[in-house]
């Protein structure tokens, strides 16, 4: 079945770090991708999402850019806030119209001032 | 406009007692699904309701999980009884356009 595989954390960056969290897919069809954020206390958010291939999706600085050839969907942000330390999980959507969502296990990242 | 509702937010039950979620989506919004998130692991799914009607719950432990949605607003997931291994949080999301997908905060359960 599907599946998505992130790098594990938890990732540790100093304030204004460059950000990148990995992230692997494995599908039949054309997924969609996406990129959920949890702060603390609070509900998963979708932060960005990419339909097709060689889309890129950007939300507040992130950004992701769907890879067909390497089934990857990368997160990238160039500078990172205190207040990005939240965990963040990649998943997909299958094509078969049921938009159900298939998660990875999530990857906490901790910045500090 | 109103996030998806969870509620209780925090429930502590003794194995083997039953238990009741309750979540109330964004208003007009068609789809709503059940998500269980373990500790440690990202959510995995447990039903999807189109409206009034099932379209997924091959993932649902039915001999002890069940959901319901009446009149195709809010829904009910119980545990009856409940296990160790049901401890978790209960996810909730709503959506009215494909892959767009709102949730709300999640009842965190244990079972002791």
């Known amino acids: 079945g599907d599946s998505v595989t992130q790098m594990e954390g938890p990732v540790t960056l100093s304030e204004e770090a460059f950000l990148t969290i990995n992230c692997t897919y494995t599908?039949?069809?054309?997924?969609?991708l996406f990129w959920y954020v949890q702060y603390p206390g609070e509900g998963l958010q979708l932060l960005l999402k990419?339909?097709?291939?060689?889309d890129k999706g950007s939300n507040k600085g992130f950004e992701a850019t769907y890879r067909k050839e390497t089934t990857s969907f990368h997160l990238e942000k160039g500078s990172v806030q205190v207040s990005d330390s939240a965990v963040y999980f990649c998943?997909?959507?299958?094509?078969?119209?049921?938009?159900?969502?298939?998660f990875g296990t999530g990857t906490r990242l901790l910045v500090s001032p | 406009e109103a996030g998806v509702a969870q509620s209780p937010r925090y429930k502590i039950i003794e194995k083997r007692q039953s238990v009741a979620f309750w979540c109330n989506p964004i208003?007009?919004?068609?789809?709503l699904y059940w998500y269980q998130q373990i500790l440690g692991q990202g959510p995995k799914l447990l039903i999807q309701?189109?409206?009034?009607?099932?379209?997924?719950d091959s993932q649902l432990p039915k001999d002890r999980f069940s959901a319901e949605r009446l009149k195709g607003v809010d829904s009910t997931l119980k545990i009856q009884p409940a296990k160790l291994e049901d401890s978790a949080v209960y996810l909730c999301?709503?959506?009215?356009?494909?892959?767009?997908?709102?949730f709300g905060p999640g009842t965190r359960l244990t079972v002791t």
């Open positions: 999301a709503s959506s009215f356009q494909a892959y767009e997908q709102y």
């Open positions: 599908a039949t069809g054309y997924p969609s």
């Open positions: 990419a339909t097709k291939a060689d």
């Open positions: 998943a997909l959507s299958d094509s078969t119209g049921f938009q159900k969502l298939v």
């Open positions: 208003s007009g919004h068609a789809t």
């Open positions: 309701f189109q409206n009034n009607g099932v379209v997924d």
